[in-house]
Nanobody, 120 residues
């Protein structure tokens, strides 16, 4: 089990930057995947950025070159640096980790979500 606590959501003007943080506690040694999703009003959550194991970070096309996913192992914190923000980035952002369950499958855990609003 892990617990995720997000912070950093805010209202910012177009062109600005924000850094979202996700503090992870619990069984962090079992994390197989970590990343960020976002949900637009009335829609399902979609992945923004994610990394599985030691592989490359995958970014959604709309955020490539603007967003950066990172993880600080020492502090068990996952970050999403968002630059050159656009009004279409306005959404609720969710931190996600998947834990190995020991039976060959993964169990997802989610944060509570943090609102990012980009004004034009």
């Amino acid at each position: 089990q892990v617990q995720l606590a997000e912070s950093g959501g805010a209202t910012v003007e177009a062109g600005g930057s924000l850094r979202l943080s996700c503090a992870v506690s619990g069984d962090t040694d079992s994390i197989e995947f970590f990343g960020w999703y976002r949900r637009f009003p009335g829609e399902r959550r979609v992945q923004v950025a994610g990394q599985r194991g030691g592989g490359p970070v995958n970014y959604a096309d709309p955020v490539k070159g603007r967003f950066t996913l990172s993880r600080d192992i020492a502090t068990n914190t996952i970050y999403l640096q968002m630059n050159s923000l656009k009004p279409e980035d306005t959404a609720v952002y969710y931190c996600n980790v998947d834990l190995a369950t020991g039976v060959g499958s993964l169990r997802p855990f989610w944060g509570q979500g943090t609102q990012v609003t980009v004004s034009s």
